[in-house]
């Protein structure tokens, strides 16, 4: 879901969701910037990347959903999907810390949509867009048999004389933190998500974020990402976590017999941002903008669960897919 | 096909195809810069769209292409599949005369294809837009159990202090060109085609044409889309059309009992450009350029055929559809 080069999301470990992040990774070797320097540029391997090679602080983002995979057309009206559809795209504008100016709206429309589920769909999108100041200036229509396709692409801004704010510059001793409470999302919040653009526009002033990330594809898996792009691993503390679960993640819990915790670790699409902060930042600086803490960045990779009596246990690195 | 909420083509006239059409004129009405003026920016209804608010020489196309539509992964290889889906974007950009800069590529694959596959239609297109230096820089992968459908969004520039080449400029009396013939290209041309970045750099610095548009879903539908926005006809001359009736036109109309003419003017994907020069160009200035006469800008709107002895037909403004 995330902008750049990355899987919808990684369900249980079978071969061919391994596939597709070996592909990923296969093809952040072979595109991108010809001879870039991760230092130059913002590329292959962020939420965003540079749209143009002399300028990193204009930005791009895509992100195509599916029907009955990203969402369901029986299920969502066609405003909320394409409310989704731009959503997903903003959240990735927050993880940079960038302020979202214009989007593209590409459809493959099944051929049964109606004229107007299609309007419902394009204006889902604009009018969510407009809230962010980031309207649809273009795109391209087309129908098929096949289910609706919808890919949104969005170009973003951040202030001159700044940079955006990458997922590489997380270092050991820095402390974790997420922007709000997070697993089953499924049960509606991550068609109804609120994409963190002012927040993380607030954060990139006040605090000067190491490292930012949305959490599209689950806790564990985003916060793999920030550790394997910064070289480094990280200690979450157990009570710490407890008091971040969304209350659906306890209601999906309920459901299906895994536990809140396991929600909150590997479900995708909280759409939270995951705040990597340097330890001298004052407590009240982060408590003001509402940020809550998980834990802390080691210099020994993995990712581990902390508990009180200072017990370790690995947390695997994976995330949750939706509709499969 | 073409870049900014235009349907992928208009077969023949079903309700479904006006359908289509129609829902391309409302969407442009809804959608945009909000309190867009037309003379201020380039937006909907051209090839390319202004990307931020405050700059005309940064200009963003998208297109989507479907398995089954636009292409068919049982005959094309990966690799001419990812090079179609950045050419028909880099035709966008010739267009408008734009440098195309940068691209990303969001791709829903079928769950069937392997990695190979997957690397080689991402190569196919990275490898082809570095051609013209415009590199994929970031993406998004998903996979799906439906046909593999690729969205391709470019970033281009014009030069500063120029603009770009719109296509409302046509005036009444100027003259009709195309870059090269036109028909059949379903016979192969669709997936193999120049697109014409460089020629139209220099019709542009040389030539100062009045408006440009590329060739994607039918000459006369697209020298149509000239015409509405433009607000004017066109009358084609018949002998001067003969001559640029590409022989995959003729080899088709063998086949399938249409005609020639009939294949140059409602085929798509021929992805030549049609360029609209005032009358006094000198003749020498753009023959140089291999430009090819067809016609002239007319008052009165509509689009005629004149014959030799006078004689006008009108000719219906619609395009053509592949695979279906």
Known sequence: MAGVMQPASESNANSEQRGELELVRRLSKTLGWPGESSEAHVAFGDDMCQLTPDDNTLLGTVDMLMDGVDFDSR??????????????????????????VSALCAVALNANLTMDAALELHRGAHEFGLRYGCPIVGGDTNSWPAPTTISISVTARVAPATTPVRRDGARAGDRIFVTG???????????????????ALDIRRQLRPHA????????????????????????????????VIHPDARLLAKRDGRSPREHLLHDGEDFELIVVLPDEVPDQDWQRLGLLPIGRIASETGLFLEQADGQRETIPIRGWEHFK
Request: aromatic share 2%.
């Open 75 to 100: 299920k969502h009206s066609w405003e909320a999907i394409g409310r989704k559809a731009m959503a997903v795209n903003l959240s990735d504008c927050a993880a940079m810390a960038a302020v979202p």
């Open 212 to 243: 930012m990330i949305d959490i599209s594809d689950g806790l564990a898996l985003d916060l793999g990402r920030v550790l394997e792009a910064s070289d480094c691993g990280a200690v979450l503390d157990e009570s710490a976590l407890e008091a």
């Open 181 to 199: 409470p997070g697993g089953g999302s499924i049960l509606g919040r991550h068609m109804t998500f609120e994409p963190r653009v002012e927040l």
